[in-house]
Structure formats: C-alpha cells, structure tokens
C-alpha cells in the first residue's frame, strides 16, 4: 500500500513522441522527486520539488521537462527520448522541514521503453 | 561526495538460512543511513534507517543493521529468512547537514530459495 501513485506504469514510445508521467501523491506532504533506476545502476535523481518549486536538477538532458503544478502533483514530460532512457522511473515524496528528517514515500514506477 | 557501495549484486539463500547483505559508504562528513526494499513490480519501501544513537537498528520484516563508524558499513542481517523476502534491497545515505538528495547503492538481489 502506498499514498504515491504513478500513471501510467508501462509506456512504449518512439523517439519521436511526445508523453508525460504523472504522478500523484496523497500524504500531504511538501517535496517529491523523480528518480531514473536503470539495470545495474543506481538510482540516480532527477528532480526535487519543494514547496513547488525545482529545488535540484542534476543535469538531466532538457528532453524531460518536469512540472509540479501543486504540491501533490508532479509531472515528468518527454520529447524526442533516446533508446538510452528507457529505464524504471520512479516517483517519491517526503515532508521536508528544517531540523527534521523525514523518510521518502516511492510510487510504483513507470517502466519506459524507447523504441 | 558521499557514495554508496553494496558489492554484491545477488545473494541466494535457502529459507530459514540467516542472511547479511553488505553496505560501505564514503563520505567527508557524518551521514544518516537507509535501507529500503523493492519487490517485484512495486516502488521502494524504508526498511529501517540510523539517524543517531544506538549503532543497531531494528526494522520490518526481522531485519536489522548495524552502523559500524570505523568501517564505514552499515550491513543488513536477517536471522531466518522467508521466501517473501525475495526481493532488492538498496542502501542509500543523505548528509546530515540537510538537503534532500539520497545517494543509492547499486541493489543487492536477495533470492531465497526452498
């Protein structure tokens, strides 16, 4: 059981397309995340939101384009993928405050195949 | 940087066999530390975390670990396992000076056999 969810939890697309991820947390909390997981790899971190606005951008290639409308929602647009990014992509959440440590929530994944 | 290492990638067992999954970390400064399990198909969940205090941390599911400052480590034990706990476990740290990022090892499969 889980308060993140994520839509949809499969998508094939080609490298031509145009696609978002959704993702939906229901906790209340202030702060989510995009994670890419690739085989072998480890997580690497996308994105952090807090408080709705882009707190962390860990270089990722402007073809993902997030978007964190309110504070339960986020979204990960793509364009023009690569084979490369085809990957688990996973969603979290936390409660961020100053002096507390607060544990991150994952979704499901989407798991993406770039064609 | 911090950085997390978990060296080995699978780890069979059979049922009720005890278990140790391995976690090293490095980092110039001191750290909180994660364990979190992903079953198949599912996100991850927290298994247990050492924030401070004691240097064994008991989670879910039976499994523990123990922060050991002086090697760097911070391994995931199970006395017994069960053929539910077949699943991929990660070790994860986050500086305690703050921020949000999480830096992940690379999984150790857990498969437990009968």
């Known amino acids: 059981e889980t308060g993140v969810t994520q839509t949809p939890r499969h998508l094939v697309m080609g490298m031509t397309n145009k696609k978002s991820l959704k993702c939906e947390q229901h906790?209340?909390?202030?702060?989510m995340y995009w994670y890419k997981q690739s085989a072998k790899k480890p997580l690497e971190l996308m994105f952090v939101y807090s408080l709705e606005e882009r707190v962390e951008n860990n270089s990722v290639p402007s073809r993902f384009s997030p978007e964190c409308p309110n504070s339960s929602h986020l979204f990960l647009h793509l364009h023009t993928l690569q084979p490369e990014d085809s990957a688990l992509y996973l969603c979290a959440s936390s409660q961020e405050a100053r002096g507390a440590l607060y544990e991150q929530y994952f979704g499901p994944g989407t798991r993406l195949t770039v064609t | 940087a911090q950085s997390v290492t978990q060296l080995d990638s699978q780890v069979p067992v059979f049922e009720e066999a005890p278990v140790e999954l391995r976690c090293n970390y490095s980092s110039s400064v001191s750290v909180y530390l994660f364990w979190y399990v992903q079953y198949p198909n599912q996100g991850l969940q927290l298994l247990l975390k050492?924030?401070?205090?004691?240097?064994l941390v008991k989670g879910i599911n039976g499994f523990e670990a123990e922060f050991n400052k002086s090697q760097t480590s911070f391994h995931l034990r199970k006395p017994s396992v069960h053929i539910s706990d077949t699943a991929e476990y990660f070790c994860a740290v986050k500086l305690t000076g703050g921020g949000n990022k999480l830096t992940f090892g690379t999984g150790t499969q857990l498969k437990v056999e009968l």
């Open positions: 050492y924030l401070s205090g004691s240097t």
């Open positions: 906790l209340g909390h202030n702060a």
